[in-house]
Protein backbone atom coordinates (compact mmCIF):
# COMPACT_ATOMS: atom_id res chain seq x y z
CA UNK A 1 0.00 0.00 0.00
CA UNK A 2 1.47 3.01 -1.29
CA UNK A 3 1.56 6.29 0.78
CA UNK A 4 -1.28 8.18 -2.07
CA UNK A 5 -3.06 4.87 -2.61
CA UNK A 6 -6.65 5.41 -2.15
CA UNK A 7 -6.42 3.75 0.92
CA UNK A 8 -3.46 4.98 2.92
CA UNK A 9 -5.03 8.96 1.64
CA UNK A 10 -8.55 7.53 3.71
CA UNK A 11 -6.53 5.86 6.91
CA UNK A 12 -3.97 9.63 7.10
CA UNK A 13 -7.21 11.99 6.42
CA UNK A 14 -9.32 10.77 9.12
CA UNK A 15 -6.82 10.98 11.67
CA UNK A 16 -5.12 14.29 10.47
CA UNK A 17 -8.35 15.60 9.08
CA UNK A 18 -9.98 15.08 12.30
CA UNK A 19 -7.26 16.77 14.09
CA UNK A 20 -7.47 19.99 11.98
CA UNK A 21 -11.35 20.00 12.32
CA UNK A 22 -11.02 19.84 15.82
CA UNK A 23 -8.44 22.68 16.23
CA UNK A 24 -10.70 25.08 14.22
CA UNK A 25 -13.53 24.18 15.38
CA UNK A 26 -12.22 24.79 19.64
CA UNK A 27 -10.97 28.26 17.68
CA UNK A 28 -14.05 29.33 16.11
CA UNK A 29 -15.79 28.35 19.61
CA UNK A 30 -13.54 30.40 21.55
CA UNK A 31 -13.91 32.94 19.03
CA UNK A 32 -17.75 33.17 19.29
CA UNK A 33 -17.80 32.84 23.08
CA UNK A 34 -15.71 36.11 23.32
CA UNK A 35 -18.00 37.85 20.86
CA UNK A 36 -20.90 36.69 22.99
CA UNK A 37 -19.31 38.36 26.50
CA UNK A 38 -18.39 41.28 24.60
CA UNK A 39 -21.69 41.89 22.70
CA UNK A 40 -20.43 41.57 19.48
CA UNK A 41 -21.90 39.41 16.45
CA UNK A 42 -19.97 36.87 15.12
CA UNK A 43 -21.10 37.45 11.77
CA UNK A 44 -18.91 40.54 11.75
CA UNK A 45 -15.80 38.40 12.11
CA UNK A 46 -16.80 35.50 9.41
CA UNK A 47 -18.59 37.75 6.81
CA UNK A 48 -16.83 40.16 3.99
CA UNK A 49 -15.91 43.68 5.22
CA UNK A 50 -17.98 44.90 2.22
CA UNK A 51 -20.82 42.49 3.01
CA UNK A 52 -20.55 43.45 6.80
CA UNK A 53 -20.60 47.27 6.14
CA UNK A 54 -23.13 46.69 3.34
CA UNK A 55 -21.10 48.57 0.93
CA UNK A 56 -19.91 48.48 -2.63
CA UNK A 57 -18.29 44.80 -3.96
CA UNK A 58 -15.08 47.09 -4.63
CA UNK A 59 -14.72 48.29 -0.72
CA UNK A 60 -11.34 48.02 0.20
CA UNK A 61 -10.32 46.13 -2.95
CA UNK A 62 -6.76 47.34 -3.74
CA UNK A 63 -5.68 47.13 -0.07
CA UNK A 64 -7.09 43.62 0.49
CA UNK A 65 -5.23 42.66 -2.78
CA UNK A 66 -2.19 44.34 -1.58
CA UNK A 67 -2.22 42.49 1.56
CA UNK A 68 -2.64 39.32 -0.63
CA UNK A 69 -0.08 39.74 -2.43
CA UNK A 70 2.57 40.87 0.43
CA UNK A 71 1.03 38.08 2.23
CA UNK A 72 2.00 35.52 -0.21
CA UNK A 73 5.83 36.63 -0.81
CA UNK A 74 6.83 36.59 2.65
CA UNK A 75 5.00 32.96 2.81
CA UNK A 76 7.11 32.44 -0.51
CA UNK A 77 10.30 33.45 0.94
CA UNK A 78 9.93 31.78 4.44
CA UNK A 79 9.17 28.86 3.10
CA UNK A 80 12.06 28.72 0.28
CA UNK A 81 14.51 29.87 3.66
CA UNK A 82 13.31 26.72 5.40
CA UNK A 83 14.36 24.49 2.49
CA UNK A 84 18.23 26.06 3.20
CA UNK A 85 20.67 24.51 4.96
CA UNK A 86 22.91 26.11 7.40
CA UNK A 87 22.76 28.72 10.16
CA UNK A 88 20.34 31.26 10.42
CA UNK A 89 22.68 34.32 11.08
CA UNK A 90 25.00 36.05 8.47
CA UNK A 91 23.23 33.85 6.03
CA UNK A 92 20.59 34.40 3.36
CA UNK A 93 18.20 32.23 5.17
CA UNK A 94 18.15 33.82 8.62
CA UNK A 95 17.28 37.06 6.34
CA UNK A 96 14.26 35.72 4.36
CA UNK A 97 12.88 34.09 7.62
CA UNK A 98 12.87 37.40 9.59
CA UNK A 99 12.11 40.02 6.65
CA UNK A 100 9.26 37.51 5.31
CA UNK A 101 8.12 37.68 9.53
CA UNK A 102 8.36 41.68 9.33
CA UNK A 103 6.87 41.89 6.14
CA UNK A 104 3.92 39.27 7.45
CA UNK A 105 3.37 41.58 10.23
CA UNK A 106 3.31 44.90 8.65
CA UNK A 107 0.52 43.19 6.37
CA UNK A 108 -1.65 42.18 9.17
CA UNK A 109 -1.58 45.99 10.43
CA UNK A 110 -2.48 46.81 7.92
CA UNK A 111 -5.26 44.21 7.18
CA UNK A 112 -6.64 44.44 10.89
CA UNK A 113 -5.77 49.01 11.29
CA UNK A 114 -3.42 48.06 13.98
CA UNK A 115 -1.71 51.25 13.79
CA UNK A 116 -5.25 52.79 12.74
CA UNK A 117 -7.86 52.18 15.14
CA UNK A 118 -6.76 49.20 17.96
CA UNK A 119 -3.22 50.61 18.98
CA UNK A 120 -4.05 54.08 19.36
CA UNK A 121 -7.12 52.88 21.64
CA UNK A 122 -4.77 51.45 23.79
CA UNK A 123 -2.63 54.69 23.65
CA UNK A 124 -0.18 53.76 21.34
CA UNK A 125 0.53 56.48 18.89
CA UNK A 126 1.10 55.07 15.23
CA UNK A 127 4.54 57.26 14.64
CA UNK A 128 5.71 54.71 17.59
CA UNK A 129 4.70 51.51 15.62
CA UNK A 130 6.15 52.76 12.93
CA UNK A 131 9.55 53.65 14.73
CA UNK A 132 9.55 50.33 15.48
CA UNK A 133 9.08 48.75 12.13
CA UNK A 134 11.72 51.04 11.28
CA UNK A 135 14.21 49.87 13.77
CA UNK A 136 13.73 46.61 13.56
CA UNK A 137 13.85 46.45 9.32
CA UNK A 138 17.47 48.11 9.86
CA UNK A 139 18.41 45.68 12.46
CA UNK A 140 17.58 43.39 9.87
CA UNK A 141 19.63 45.06 7.19
CA UNK A 142 22.70 44.97 9.51
CA UNK A 143 23.03 41.87 10.56
CA UNK A 144 22.59 40.25 7.18
CA UNK A 145 24.29 42.77 5.37
CA UNK A 146 27.07 40.88 3.88
CA UNK A 147 24.39 38.54 2.21
CA UNK A 148 22.10 41.13 1.10
CA UNK A 149 24.69 43.12 -0.87
CA UNK A 150 26.42 39.96 -2.08
CA UNK A 151 23.53 37.43 -3.26
CA UNK A 152 20.64 39.64 -3.57
CA UNK A 153 19.24 42.52 -6.10
CA UNK A 154 18.96 44.97 -3.35
CA UNK A 155 18.01 47.94 -5.58
CA UNK A 156 14.46 46.68 -5.14
CA UNK A 157 14.58 46.35 -1.24
CA UNK A 158 16.10 50.15 -1.06
CA UNK A 159 13.27 51.13 -2.95
CA UNK A 160 10.22 49.49 -1.07
CA UNK A 161 12.15 50.90 1.93
CA UNK A 162 11.99 54.45 0.62
CA UNK A 163 8.07 54.02 -0.54
CA UNK A 164 7.28 52.73 3.19
CA UNK A 165 9.20 54.90 4.44
CA UNK A 166 7.20 57.74 2.73
CA UNK A 167 4.06 56.41 3.59
CA UNK A 168 4.82 56.63 6.85
CA UNK A 169 6.08 59.57 7.20
CA UNK A 170 2.74 61.11 5.11
CA UNK A 171 0.79 59.23 7.62
CA UNK A 172 2.40 60.05 11.17
CA UNK A 173 3.13 63.55 10.25
CA UNK A 174 0.66 64.94 7.88
CA UNK A 175 -2.54 62.80 8.76
CA UNK A 176 -2.71 61.20 12.05
CA UNK A 177 -0.48 63.71 14.02
CA UNK A 178 -2.17 66.61 11.64
CA UNK A 179 1.92 68.63 12.35
CA UNK A 180 1.77 70.24 8.93
CA UNK A 181 -1.33 69.99 6.12
CA UNK A 182 -0.73 69.41 2.14
CA UNK A 183 -2.73 71.48 -0.44
CA UNK A 184 -4.48 67.80 -1.26
CA UNK A 185 -5.32 65.04 0.59
CA UNK A 186 -2.41 63.12 2.27
CA UNK A 187 -4.18 59.76 1.09
CA UNK A 188 -3.20 60.50 -2.87
CA UNK A 189 0.66 60.36 -1.57
CA UNK A 190 0.29 57.72 1.77
CA UNK A 191 -1.84 54.77 0.43
CA UNK A 192 -0.24 54.90 -3.57
CA UNK A 193 3.21 54.73 -1.93
CA UNK A 194 2.19 52.08 0.79
CA UNK A 195 1.31 49.79 -2.50
CA UNK A 196 4.38 50.66 -4.40
CA UNK A 197 6.30 50.06 -1.36
CA UNK A 198 4.49 46.70 -1.01
CA UNK A 199 4.87 46.40 -4.73
CA UNK A 200 8.78 46.16 -4.53
CA UNK A 201 9.17 44.37 -1.41
CA UNK A 202 7.17 41.54 -2.78
CA UNK A 203 9.19 41.77 -5.58
CA UNK A 204 12.21 41.36 -3.76
CA UNK A 205 11.20 38.52 -1.70
CA UNK A 206 10.14 36.96 -4.37
CA UNK A 207 12.91 36.88 -6.98
CA UNK A 208 15.59 36.31 -4.22
CA UNK A 209 13.40 33.35 -3.05
CA UNK A 210 13.89 32.21 -6.61
CA UNK A 211 17.42 32.96 -6.55
CA UNK A 212 18.47 30.96 -3.70
CA UNK A 213 16.58 28.02 -4.61
CA UNK A 214 17.81 28.30 -8.00
CA UNK A 215 21.55 28.12 -6.76
CA UNK A 216 20.73 25.60 -4.07
CA UNK A 217 19.70 23.58 -7.54
CA UNK A 218 23.21 23.78 -8.95
CA UNK A 219 25.05 23.24 -6.00
CA UNK A 220 23.56 19.65 -5.27
CA UNK A 221 23.98 18.59 -9.48
CA UNK A 222 27.61 20.05 -9.53
Same mark, same amino acid.
Given at each position: ?11 ? #? ?5 ? +? ?54 ? +? ?5 ? =??? #? ?9 ? +?? @? ?21 ? =? ?49 ? +? ?5 ? @? ?42
Amino acid at each position: MGRYSLQGQLKR #GLVVGTL +IAACTAAVLVAIYLVTRARGLHFSDLTRDAAATLEGPWYTAALSNATVVMTSAGAA +IAIFSAS =LLD #GPWRGSIKGFL +IT @LGLLVGVIAADDLFMLHETVLPA =LGIRASVLFAVYALTLLGILWIWREAILGGTDYVFLVLAGLALGISAVVDS +IFTDEGL @LELPFSGELIEDPAKILGMVFMTFYLVVTARQVLLRRADSTTT
